[in-house]
């Protein structure tokens, strides 16, 4: 307090740069870590830092698809699983969250209610009987068993609900006046106009399916049919003792969602906040 | 951790649809109920089929014995209801939920004390800081299997990064993992870093909302850094702060990932685990669906709470 103001102005500055780049430090070291120990080379004995930081083995990369080419069928298997949930959960989610919003009919709570309901039950709580439905369909090891579960989602639906009650209701009795019809006016006026709240959707969508672990695990036998999720963890079975490869796969598997969030930042802080604080 | 985001504003949504008395069924409404019935369809078919029908089949088969293809093949009362809560005087599986417990009480002050010296960090003014908030909120990205593996490899004796801790606790195992006593607080580190993306994000948002003003005041009236902190950061953050703790104590009793990657086979393991465990291998269908019921029976507990919290911290802006 009795310091000359410029003087504190810079050792404050200082002090918050350190501690944000030791955060930093603490908080990137496992990635680091993977990076380093995928660069080293087929060692039995990896170091936290690479030996010979000139002779880095960034030939890794290429090597895993190489050594190990179900991998690209896993990284394909996300993919396709990924893009079809989100594509859908766009779809289901605004079709209903646009009779929510803009139709109106009895028993709308009761509908609003059914669809929030199933965010009360957790995913274990239908689990086995979930697992034993789709086995009963043979679509285990298929891609259907994969999506067809997770092709709504009440947040999305809310979320979407959401944002077109924000948008005016003239322009939709405008249209309606000038002969469009509601699908129409979903479609080619709603969607360009939401584009926002779609995104942050489909961000968080994405990522959510693409980081699943334990539904894959149970609904994927046959190493071909793995997700890159399963498919790194039992990676890390057979070939416990080749560390370089094993990173280097975990690495190619966090790319797709690190470049997403870099990207799709903004969209995915909006999605997460929207509703836990201000609704 | 995968934490849904819980729409807090739906009484007040819902209670405003009305507000114009009209006849409930004339013809416009009840052509409108059919339309709306087609749009709902597509999301209200897959919620029947792989939310509600389940749900209600879990509890269904929970009261049976199965067959190794998950028929109910006898009723059984609720007698796996009274083996899981200990009723019966063997207490292994009352053993799992405290585990589960006491993972969830490692895991969730952690992760929020963290989050919340990160979100003030965040909010310096200095330059880069839009670098820093992307890095603090880089482990949202990172899967909890990638996480595994690479926390697998860190606690790995082979690696020797974390050889330094096993001999300064002088234990007797090969690594942290393989150690009764310690092998939970390791995944619990693990878990705290790849939750804090999440919430560091929750509470940046908090700290953020929290008007600008009252900090100018406090700074006329001569308060330091800590009393602001202290006397307006955390009362007016408490909201955010309660619905994270009630959020990460759910994720946390729902993880499973990091225990199947981490956790070595036969060591006793948490709830969820040992539910995956008597189905998966034991085909134990009738007995791990009560087991998920029971896991159902808490979180609903909790997700109630939560609701309460977070409408009374919607009130109170």
Known sequence: ?279 | MSATPIPSSLNAAAASTDSVKVNQFSRKRLRELGMALLFSAPAMIIFALFTYVPFFRAIWLSLHVTNPAGEPARFNGVDYYIRLLGLDGRTEWLEYIGLSFQFALMVVPLGILFSLALAMLATTKVKLIEVFRTIFTSSIAISLASAGVIWALIFSPATGATTWLVDLLNLNSISLLNDERTALPAVAVMSVWAGLGFNFIITLAGVQAIPQDLYESAAIDGANRWQTFRRITIPLLSPTLLFLTIVNTIGSLQAFTQFHVLIPQNSPNVFVYETFLSFWYDNRYGFASAASIVLFVILFVLTVVQYRVVNRGVHYQ
């Open chain 1, 1 to 279: 307090m009795t310091t000359a103001p410029t003087y504190s102005k810079i050792s404050y500055r200082t002090v918050m740069y350190v501690l944000l780049i030791l955060m930093s430090i603490i908080l990137l070291f496992p990635l680091f870590f993977a990076l380093s120990l995928a660069l080293q080379g087929d060692t039995a004995a990896p170091t936290l830092i690479p030996r010979d930081l000139n002779n880095l083995d960034w030939g890794v990369f290429r090597a895993v698809f190489e050594q190990r080419p179900e991998v690209s069928r896993w990284i394909l298997n996300s993919f396709v699983v990924a893009t079809s949930v989100t594509v859908g959960v766009l779809v289901t989610s605004s079709l209903m969250a646009f009779a929510l919003a803009y139709l109106d009919f009895p028993g709308k709570a009761v509908l609003l209610f059914v669809a929030l309901g199933t965010l009360m039950v957790p995913f274990e709580a239908t689990l086995i009987p979930n697992y034993l439905f789709i086995s009963s369909l043979q679509w285990k090891d298929t891609y259907q068993g994969l999506i067809v579960p997770f092709l709504a989602s009440a947040f999305g639906v809310f979320l979407l609900r959401q944002y077109f009650m924000t948008l005016p209701k003239d322009l939709y009795e405008a249209a309606l006046v000038d002969g469009c019809t509601k699908l129409r006016y979903l479609w080619s006026i709603l969607v360009p106009l939401s584009r926002p709240a779609l995104a942050t959707l489909a961000v968080y969508t994405f990522l959510g399916t693409w980081n699943q672990f334990y539904w894959p695990l149970l609904i994927t036998n046959s190493t071909e049919w793995r997700t890159t999720q399963v498919g790194i963890t039992i990676f890390r079975n057979f070939e416990y003792a080749v560390f370089n490869t094993q990173m280097a796969a975990t690495i190619i598997v966090m790319l797709p969602t690190l470049i997403l969030l870099v990207l799709g930042q903004r969209q995915l802080v909006s999605g997460l906040t929207s509703g836990a604080l201000k609704g």
